[in-house]
């Protein structure tokens, strides 16, 4: 894996924040918040797991236990952070996607979110 799959920029693929709380409520994804720690404390979508894009490695990923046969939607702030753990996710493997316009995009939705700490872990 080479430093290309660090940029932030380019194409990958997305789902909007209605399809991705649809897609929750109906259990057919897994949401891997990529934030900071600091952020994610502030505000999260329920349920979703953590791991700092910083952190990403196999390890890191393998103590997720992420369900292989489910697909992974990626969440950042603005949908920058999240491109890179999407093309990592996809090189090991996982049916890998990013929420379009990241956090920014599910609190202009509306839709549900956590605070302080919580529900937090991982």
Same mark, same amino acid.
């Not at 693929?13 to 994610?40: C, F, G, K, Y």
């Not at 791991?51 to 103590?63: E, G, M, V, Y």
């Given at each position: ?36 720690? !600091?952020?994610?404390? @502030?505000? /999260?979508?329920?349920? =979703? %797991?953590? &791991? ?7 390890? $890191? ?24 753990? !999407?093309?990592?996710? @996809?090189? /090991?493997?996982?049916? =890998? %996607?990013? &929420? ?7 609190? $202009? ?14």
């Amino acid at each position: 894996m080479g430093l290309s799959q660090w940029w932030p920029f380019g194409r990958v693929p997305e789902m909007s924040p209605e399809e991705l709380a649809q897609a929750m409520e109906n259990a057919q994804v897994q949401v891997l918040d990529v934030r900071t720690s !600091v952020e994610h404390r @502030r505000s /999260r979508i329920p349920g =979703a %797991r953590h &791991l700092p894009i910083t952190q990403f490695s196999k390890r $890191r990923l393998a103590d997720l236990e992420l369900d292989p046969d489910r697909p992974v939607v990626a969440i950042c702030l603005s949908a920058h952070r999240s491109i890179p753990a !999407v093309r990592k996710l @996809r090189a /090991r493997g996982y049916e =890998a %996607r990013q &929420l379009r316009g990241g956090m920014l995009a599910w609190w $202009r939705a509306g839709l549900p979110c956590e605070r302080g700490n919580e529900g937090v872990g991982g």
